[in-house]
Nanobody
Framework: QVQVVESGGGLVQAGGSLTLSCAAS????????MAWYRRAPGNERELVAS?????VYADSVKGRFTISRDNAKNTVYLQMNSLKPEDTGVYYC???????????WGQGTQVTVSS
């Protein structure tokens, strides 16, 4: 059974830091990319950062967030620094596989940044 489990969310003051973790298990194909998305209140889900053959960041988090990956543990991290109230939302982990494309999502973890 495939499991994608996020952890590390919480409440932090503006300017603070949080680190999110996401561990994937039960996936029988190779992992192609791992990514973090977020859904802010009233907004669509958007890509925050992804790491695979390339590393991609949303413009709004460049220079503040760092995505990293431990392939041996099938785990991806998101180090978030200089947090802003607009970073508030539910953060979701996404995993895609290859050579067959499967797409897996975690249940989400809440990040709240107070001003």
């Amino acid at each position: 059974q495939v499991q994608v489990v996020e952890s590390g969310g919480g409440l932090v003051q503006a300017g603070g830091s949080l680190t999110l973790s996401c561990a994937a298990s039960g996936i029988i194909f190779s992992i192609n990319a791992m990514a973090w998305y977020r859904r802010a209140p009233g907004n669509e889900r958007e890509l925050v950062a992804s790491i695979g053959d390339n590393t991609v960041y949303a413009d709004s988090v460049k220079g503040r967030f760092t995505i990293s990956r431990d392939n041996a543990k099938n785990t991806v991290y998101l180090q978030m620094n200089s947090l802003k109230p607009e970073d508030t939302g539910v953060y979701y982990c996404n995993v895609t596989t290859r050579p067959f494309l499967y797409n897996y999502w975690g249940q989400g973890t809440q990040v709240t940044v107070s001003s």
